[in-house]
């Protein structure tokens, strides 16, 4: 099982880092351009789990999942695409992109209930599709496009620094989990839920957290940036670490809830040892929106 985990994380992370890689270095070109297709691609592949999971069985309205989530994320991406390319953000910009967000989805959610009653014929299924139709579009549509506008807070640098801080910090806080609740766990945190998680686990995570946060905004992104980069507080890094780190801990346990009603233990199997899509992006889905209102309230990241 290690064997196939150690594979399995070298064959997402070798693509992951070679995209970021390009997409940083796009220069006078178009933030994102390189990220947000495969991006793209992981929300379609997260939505079938989904579906899956909510054995939303073979309904005529699924197409309307996949329109309405790609409108989504969509709206959060090209318009902040087009108006990056030749103005660099300020910190006011990013709330209009939020409301593109805002508006793709109301108009996803349409779709769905106009697909629902062009398709209606006998009472008893509608009220049921459309609800998991519209939680399927917010989870994990427009988590993963809200994560997507973390790209697009600042400018170019900016953007691809508050995208990694997410991915650095809740990844790190998952590896601290894991390690504390290994050597240390000894109460369930949520045993209905995730037998596996301890109270010493959920410590770890947060210590993790908080420590991952120091690193990469005292050390990471001022090496990264140059010397002259306004650098984070401490007292920023601990409370973005803080609730980056439990919004992770709360989107690991939304996906446990889901795969838990469904009977299941992964997502899906298209990750050998890692499980599928979603059994990945759990903690980042949550975290996302967090993470984006600290960069947006200037809790980290440049200060004037």
């Known amino acids: 099982m290690l064997r196939w985990r150690l594979l399995t994380a070298a064959f997402i992370l070798t693509p992951l880092i070679t995209l970021l890689a390009l997409d940083v270095r796009c220069n006078g070109g178009v ?6 297709p495969g991006g793209w691609v992981l929300l379609l592949l997260a939505t079938a789990e989904m579906l899956e999971l909510m054995q939303f069985g073979v309904s005529s309205v699924r197409w309307t999942v996949y329109a309405g989530g790609s409108l989504v994320y969509l709206g959060a991406c090209l318009p902040a695409m087009l108006r990056a390319r030749t103005v660099a953000q300020t910190s006011g910009e990013p709330l209009t992109g939020l409301a ?22 006998e009472p008893g299924q509608s009220i049921r599709r459309l ?16 994560l997507a506008q973390l790209r697009f807070v600042r400018d170019n640098a900016w953007g691809m620094a508050a995208l990694v801080s997410l991915v650095f910090v809740v990844k790190l806080s998952d590896t601290a989990a894991y390690t504390a609740g290994k050597l240390c766990g000894r109460h369930k945190l949520a045993p209905l839920l995730s037998p596996g998680k301890t109270v010493e686990g959920a410590v770890g995570a947060l210590a993790g957290a908080v420590l991952a946060a120091g690193v990469y905004f005292q050390w990471l992104v001022p090496w990264a940036m140059g010397s002259d980069a306004a650098v984070t507080s401490w007292g920023g890094c601990v409370l973005f670490g803080l609730l980056v780190g439990v919004a992770g801990m709360v989107g690991d ?8 009603d469904a009977g299941r233990k992964d997502s899906s199997h298209w990750l050998p040892g890692l499980g599928g899509i979603l059994d990945i992006l759990d903690s980042l889905l949550l975290a996302a929106p967090v993470a984006l209102f600290c960069w947006l309230i200037g809790m980290v990241g440049p200060h004037p």
């Not at 346990?253 to 838990?260: D, G, N, Q």
């Open 31 to 36: 933030p994102g351009i390189w990220l947000i």
């Open 100 to 121: 593109w967000v805002t508006v793709a989805l109301v108009l996803a959610s349409m779709l769905v209930f106009v697909a629902e009653m062009l398709q209606y014929r």
């Open 131 to 146: 609800a998991l139709a519209v939680a399927a579009i917010v989870y994990p549509c427009t988590f993963l496009a809200l």
């Open 253 to 260: 346990l939304a996906e446990s809830l889901f795969k838990r």
